[in-house]
């Protein structure tokens, strides 16, 4: 199984991470969307990382799409993602907002990497990052400092696309969120901590 991306892509290391969580053995080839376009669309015509080429030659695109799969195989009776009812919802909503938050993120990265500095538009900047920010803060109010996963009392991709926007938030937008999400923040850092995690640090 290959892995086609680099974890610096929140997408790319919530795929990664998932993989190490479920024992899942695999190789990753490097790659970035910008950097390899050519490569990369070869593997996914959108030329966007993450794809997992599986080992039959079959690739597989778009991060929920390769965590549902993973799930399905190597997930057992403890998916990152619930098979069913409130359960799956709960965690599927959180994953949404949080993957979302990723977009607007990345979008105003975007802006910022790939517009003349005479056109670039601050208040669109802004607005992404205020979207992002009102997300972080609504997954905030979660966070039981007690409890060491976000709900289920086991690691699901709530965690794990939590662990992923807050990061490209801290790193990625100088959203300071030790100040403004700070149970969120000290989430992460615990997670950083837990192997799945620490062995997909880029
Ligand atoms: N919905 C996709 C988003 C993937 C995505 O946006 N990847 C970024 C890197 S973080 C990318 O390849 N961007 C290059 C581009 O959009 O041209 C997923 O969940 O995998």
């Not at 053995?25 to 794809?51: K, M, T, W």
């Not at 403890?78 to 909503?93: D, F, I, Q, S």
């Not at 105003?108 to 005479?118: G, M």
């Not at 709900?151 to 959203?175: K, P, S, Y």
Request: with cysteine; net charge neutral.
């Amino acid at each position: 199984m290959l892995l086609i991306g680099v974890n610096r892509s929140p997408y790319t290391r919530r795929v990664a991470i998932t993989l190490a969580a479920l024992g899942v053995a695999y190789e990753q080839r490097c790659l970035s969307g910008f950097g390899n376009r050519d490569e990369v669309r070869r593997h996914n015509p959108l030329g966007r990382i993450p794809a997992l080429v599986l080992d039959d030659g079959e690739t597989l695109i778009d991060s929920g799409a390769i965590v549902d799969f993973l799930d399905e195989r190597y997930g057992g009776d403890r998916p990152t993602v619930p098979k069913a009812g409130a359960e799956r919802r709960a965690v599927l909503r959180v994953a949404a907002i949080m993957t979302g938050a990723c977009a607007k993120g990345l979008q105003a990265a975007y802006h910022r990497n790939h517009t003349p500095v005479e056109k670039l538009h601050q208040p669109w900047v802004d607005d992404c990052r205020a979207q992002v920010r009102s997300a972080l803060v609504a997954v905030e109010a979660m966070v039981d400092p007690a409890a060491p996963y976000l709900m289920l009392g086991r690691l699901t991709q709530a965690d794990i696309t939590a662990f992923v926007a807050e990061r490209l938030a801290r790193f990625g937008l100088n959203v300071d969120t030790a100040t403004e999400m700070p149970g969120l923040h000290a989430h992460a850092r615990k997670l950083a901590e837990e192997p799945a995690f620490r062995s997909t640090e880029p």
